[in-house]
Nanobody, 117 residues
Framework: QVQLVESGGGLVQAGGSLRLSCVASGNIFRINAMGWYRQAPGKQRELVAG???????NYADSVKGRFTISRDNAENTVYLQMNSLKPEDTAVYYC???????????WGKGTLVTVSS
């Protein structure tokens, strides 16, 4: 069993910052990549940022320059530092981990980020 637990969401004013954390636990043999996705009401889930086993990162165009993804390998934790938040960043943010040689995807339950104008 693998569990991903997100934390750090909340309510923030536009222009503010939040830091999301996601801890992976359980039967973790190999982490290929971890990432953050988000889903706003009435919209599809979208990739926000990802980081590979080789620390290669990628970002959605809408968050480039404002969000930074990082990870702590020893703690099986991935972070998302979100700066200069905008109301359109409001969404449920989900942690994703791609694990093992079978490259299976696991998901957290999500954490709500609300940015007020």
């Amino acid at each position: 069993q693998v569990q991903l637990v997100e934390s750090g969401g909340g309510l923030v004013q536009a222009g503010g910052s939040l830091r999301l954390s996601c801890v992976a636990s359980g039967n973790i043999f190999r982490i290929n990549a971890m990432g953050w996705y988000r889903q706003a009401p009435g919209k599809q889930r979208e990739l926000v940022a990802g980081i590979t086993r080789s620390d290669i990162t990628n970002y959605a165009d809408s968050v480039k320059g404002r969000f930074t993804i990082s990870r702590d390998n020893a703690e099986n934790t991935v972070y998302l530092q979100m700066n200069s938040l905008k109301p359109e960043d409001t969404a449920v943010y989900y942690c994703n981990a791609n694990l093992g040689y079978m490259k299976l995807d696991y998901w957290g339950k999500g954490t709500l980020v609300t940015v007020s104008s």
